[in-house]
């Protein structure tokens, strides 16, 4: 990889890190309504991609459910997770996104498990258990919203399989529309005093939405989308495990994460048991175990 590229493949995963503790800041600390500023990063998307929204990708129901999947339904399980549990825990446990990819794979795609992946499934598991293990075995309402969003975005990206190429921009331009228009809804029926929480942040969160949508959503992933392109599967993919180790880094230097040697061991099993995953894999699923080391 040329050392430009790797640069540029550093600052997307840094990008991406620090928005996961700022979503936390704007969630938590600053109590804007998750939904709502869901609903808020995709509305900025959608208008910036508005250009590339037409023609719409065939078939039109698939793709209404994976950007439900990979964005509405993801970013809000993410969101409404980060407010009661830590950046650092979440970055881990989403890294459960990989062995639901492929689990999902075998079931909807009929594609096989060779060994080497099943061990990295259950390394990244046995790994995620550590760290979300409490006494008695109470795991937070938090890790289990954040589960849910690994397991949204690994059924979208596994949906995504069965589409045809679609240009990343059109792509992001549905997601990003049809995401607003669920989360729009859902926050209008389950929120309250949204105008009034993001009015009493004032700029810093519309910078912070600006942030999110822009640099992370718009500018990042496409990036990403172009380094894709030009190298294989097997070299980005355990490259992007710098995501959650800066996440973590983030979360103890920014909103002091608690991080303890338990979760430095369960951490370090579901890193190494993600890139035995991302590694050992026939390329029908490379994209799509990529999307989900992230």
């Not at 840094?14 to 939904?35: C, G, R, T």
């Not at 499934?121 to 109470?138: E, K, M």
């Not at 718009?218 to 495990?241: F, K, M, Q, W």
Request: net charge positive.
């Amino acid at each position: 990889m040329r050392v430009r590229d790797f640069l540029l493949l550093v600052a997307v995963c840094l990008i991406w890190a620090f928005n996961n503790v700022l979503s936390k800041i704007i969630v938590d600390s600053w109590a804007i309504p998750p939904l709502f500023y869901a609903a808020l990063r995709f509305a900025v998307v959608a208008a910036v991609m508005l250009p590339w929204l037409l023609p719409m990708p065939r078939p039109a129901w698939r793709i209404v459910a994976i950007a439900l999947c990979l964005g509405g339904g993801s970013f809000a399980l993410l969101f409404v997770g980060l407010q009661t549990t830590s950046p650092s825990s979440a970055a881990i446990v989403l890294q459960m996104g990989v062995p639901f990819t492929m689990l999902l794979s075998v079931l909807i795609l009929g594609e096989r498990i060779h060994w080497r992946r099943g061990l990295g499934i259950a390394l990244t598991l046995v790994g995620v258990l550590i760290v979300t293990w409490r006494p008695g075995f109470a795991l937070s309402t938090g890790l289990w919203l954040i589960a849910a969003s690994a397991f949204s975005g690994a059924a979208g990206a596994v949906l995504m399989k069965q589409v045809d190429d679609v240009a990343p921009f059109r792509f992001q331009a549905w997601v990003g529309l049809v995401s607003v228009t669920a989360l729009g809804f859902a926050s209008a029926t389950f929120e309250q005093g949204q105008l009034a929480a993001a009015l009493a942040v004032g700029w810093p969160f519309l910078a912070a939405v600006l942030f999110t949508a822009l640099i992370v959503s718009v500018g990042a992933h496409s990036v990403y989308y172009h380094l894709i392109d030009r190298y294989e599967a097997n070299l980005l993919a355990p490259l992007t495990l710098m995501t959650p180790l800066a996440t973590i880094g983030f979360g103890v230097w920014i909103t002091h994460d608690h991080f303890d040697l338990r979760m430095a061991i369960g951490g370090g099993l579901a890193m190494v048991g993600v890139l035995i995953v991302a590694i050992r894999r026939k390329p029908a699923t490379a994209l799509l175990v990529e999307r989900e080391v992230r």
